[in-house]
């Protein structure tokens, strides 16, 4: 009987600490094939969508390609770590193994890193030809809704530990950017007749 109830704690102790470590692998594995469907669609289409515009909308056009990548990856901290404790009955368990620990620093380094490619697209912005910058207007274009988002205070910092609040003030934040960048880049491909190089 004793040794039952041994063998009891032993194995609920084991399923304690696998499982962070399991749901690690499993999103990692979403991770890649996520990766692997975005290098696959990248692949399909070889010709340059983006040959009839200037040598410098076509480059933004690519930078508007990668930012709105980048952006992604905060969404994606925040959901694997809203997703890591889906037990009532375990989420208060920790056994040690730091892995909210590493979730919060997955968050926090997504956050930095999508303020930083904000910063460097609105850079890229700037840098444009008054030609260029003429054009973006023709077509109705603005940078306005990064810039407003980088002056909002606390945009890019984890306000708190309590992963579904984070995941839904981050969503709240950088859906409507990812919008206005889809627009945008929509607005420079559907330009492909009126303009060449």
């Not at 770590?81 to 997504?110: E, M, Q, T």
């Not at 909002?152 to 981050?170: N, T, W």
Request: proline share 5%; charged share 30%.
């Amino acid at each position: 009987m004793i040794t039952t109830i041994l063998y009891i704690v032993f194995a609920t102790i084991v399923a304690i600490s696998m499982r962070r470590p399991l749901r690690a692998l499993v999103d990692a594995r979403r991770q890649s094939v996520d990766l692997r469907k975005a290098l696959a669609a990248a692949e399909e289409d070889p010709s340059e969508p983006f040959a009839h515009l200037s040598p410098g909308l076509a480059r933004l056009a690519q930078d508007t390609q990668v930012l709105r990548n980048v952006l992604e990856e905060p969404l994606q901290a925040a959901r694997a770590w809203s997703r890591a404790d889906d037990s009532p009955l375990l989420n208060k368990v920790d056994l040690g193994d730091g892995s909210d620990l590493d979730r919060c620093d997955d968050f926090d380094i997504a956050l930095v890193n999508a303020r930083q490619a904000i910063w460097e697209w609105v850079s890229s912005v700037a840098a444009l030809s008054d030609h260029d910058r003429a054009t973006l207007e023709e077509l109705g274009l603005s940078d306005r809704p990064a810039r407003e988002l980088l002056a909002e205070r606390d945009a890019f910092r984890r306000l708190s530990r309590a992963p579904k609040r984070e995941l839904a003030r981050v969503e709240a934040q950088l859906r409507p950017l990812l919008s206005a960048l889809d627009f945008f880049e929509a607005g420079l491909l559907r330009q492909r007749a009126t303009f060449y190089r």
